[in-house]
């Protein structure tokens, strides 16, 4: 079984730009949450979605943003972005509520 | 490869020998625990898990432990081999109306295995 995808893996932007994520989840996975990982800050959660409702949302400003589709494939979208926006983006999927959550490689976003 | 963190804490041990990895976590309520594996360019890998109502669980060469008294969490690899070099993070979840609810990692240790 595929593991869970994310593209694009890099992405270079600039300051001011949005930039948009995907991530595909392991098949008949029907959650997928977010993270964000810096070297200051760790690996702090953005946000979960499941069956296309968000559930739960972390603590971060509302330039970050997302969504999931019916097929349980997601995106997460960054607006205005700043130079502490750079990091490694994680996306995690799992079968149900209850379940461990498998990550995907990340995107890394680079804002000069 | 990617960065996980700088200054992280750091295990070195010799290969064969055993590692523990310490890890204090912050909530009380929190009632579910794992620990993940991160291995430089990838994302966090499920090594193992642990509820509250445990305080042991044995998987292949790992073993982790929970104290809830101290709010501390450990995790035994025996026989370490060099594939187990990685950056090791602990993370905590508390139930948000019934499921596991997201997940709150720590620092993370780095562990470097020597040949």
């Known amino acids: 079984k595929a593991g869970v995808t994310q593209t694009p893996r890099y992405l270079i932007k600039t300051r001011g730009q949005q930039v948009t994520l995907s991530c595909s989840p392991i098949?008949?996975?029907?959650?997928v949450s977010w993270y964000q990982q810096t070297p200051g800050q760790g690996l702090q959660f953005l946000f979960e979605y499941f069956s296309e409702t968000q559930r739960n949302k972390g603590n971060f400003p509302g330039r970050f943003s997302g969504r999931q589709f019916s097929n349980s494939r997601s995106e997460m979208n960054v607006s205005t972005l700043e130079l502490g926006d750079s990091a490694l983006y994680l996306c995690?999927?799992?079968?149900?509520?209850?379940?461990?959550?498998?990550f995907g490689p990340g995107t890394r976003l680079t804002v000069l | 490869g990617e960065s996980v963190g700088l200054h992280l804490p750091t295990l070195s041990v010799q290969e064969g020998d055993n590692s523990i990895i310490n890890c204090a976590y912050s909530n009380s309520a929190s009632d579910y625990f794992i620990w993940y594996k991160q291995e430089s360019g990838k994302g966090p890998q499920f090594i193992i898990d642990i509820r509250s109502n445990m305080d042991k669980r044995q998987g292949q060469r790992v073993t982790v432990l929970l104290n809830k008294t101290v709010k501390h969490l450990s995790l035994q690899i025996a026989a370490t081999q060099p594939g187990d070099s990685a950056v090791y993070f602990c993370?905590?979840?508390?139930?948000?109306?019934?499921?596991?609810?997201?997940?709150?990692f720590g620092k993370g240790t780095k562990l470097s295995v020597k040949p």
């Open positions: 098949s008949g996975h029907r959650s």
């Open positions: 995690a999927s799992r079968t149900g509520l209850f379940n461990e959550q498998f």
């Open positions: 993370a905590e979840s508390m139930n948000y109306g019934g499921s596991q609810g997201n997940l709150i």
